[in-house]
């Protein structure tokens, strides 16, 4: 039976596949949900300085071809998410974590991120720079010059792995760009991609979200391209030393298979979690093996972003 397994920088996973940041992870009964199923590790709602109730309802949509959300980062506060993961750390049979963070401006993340150092946390922190949706706060990650001192500051204090969350890039000056700037720090990973921000929805006459007139994060079929070019963009650019994590279009082993052919060491799985539930990440892995059986692959490493181009 050919393996699944993955890491990303000391950790070791069992399956590639987990939760994307956002679906599934908002309180500690549905992380234990994705803590029992198939996938190999979960990632947290990303937490905020403080708790938040997020934009009116309704503010997520199932569409034909994936997801339109405009949650406005709701969660219950950073310091539930990191106790609760240092309580699983505790635990012999625990999987390892991402804990996913971000605050409503420089100076909260680094409150944040001075708590976690100083804490018993001992995983990985996904620091999220591409939330799209809180009113009057724009992607970090699409502003190199904030994103670059948002990182120089923190690695002046931060000692523990860390990866970034991305949004997604649509221009190969901004590829080289944002390569650029990540190459300079000591990440761990960097995940690609967030969703495809600020998209419209329109069902007959009127949008199917309420914050920000229907504007919202686009997830699904509709992000698969994105999403592939994002991982492969990156895994080419950046230090061997920065893992990719890839995120995007996710439903299938097809689709899983694809994301590590274009370099990508673990695959998160949002809007297909959000419509089928945790059973999927069964159904995906058990896909992804049959791929690897039909075409000889043992591990991940025989294929991994080994990706053909046409001479
Ligand atoms: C939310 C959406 C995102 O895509 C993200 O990265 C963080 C938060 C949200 O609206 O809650």
Known sequence: MPSTATTIGNFAFDNCLMNAAGVYCMTRQELDEIEASAAGSFVTKTGTLEERQGNPEPRYSDTALGSINSMGLPNLGFQYYLDYVIELQDQPQSKNHFLSLVGL????????????????????????????????????????????????????????????????????????????????????????????????????????????????????????????????????????SIQIIGTGGVKSGRDAFEHILCGASMVQIGTALHQEGPSIFERITNELKAIMIEKGYQSLEDFRGKLHYIN
């Open 105 to 240: 401006s420089p100076e909260e993340t680094h409150i944040i991120l001075k708590a976690v150092q100083a804490s018993e946390y001992q995983g990985l922190v996904e620091l999220n720079l591409s939330c799209p949706n809180v009113p009057g706060k724009p992607q970090i990650a699409y502003d190199f010059e904030t994103t670059e001192s948002i990182l120089s500051e923190v690695f002046s204090y931060f000692t523990k792995p860390l990866g970034v969350k991305l949004p997604p890039y649509f221009d190969i000056v901004h590829f080289d760009q944002a390569a650029a700037v990540f190459n300079k720090y000591p990440l761990v990973f960097v995940n690609c991609i967030n969703s495809i921000g600020n998209g419209l929805v329109i069902e007959d006459e009127t949008v199917v979200i309420k914050p920000k007139n229907g504007f919202g994060g686009i997830g699904g079929d509709y992000v698969k391209p994105t999403a592939l070019a994002n991982v492969h963009a990156f895994y080419q650019r950046l230090n061997p």
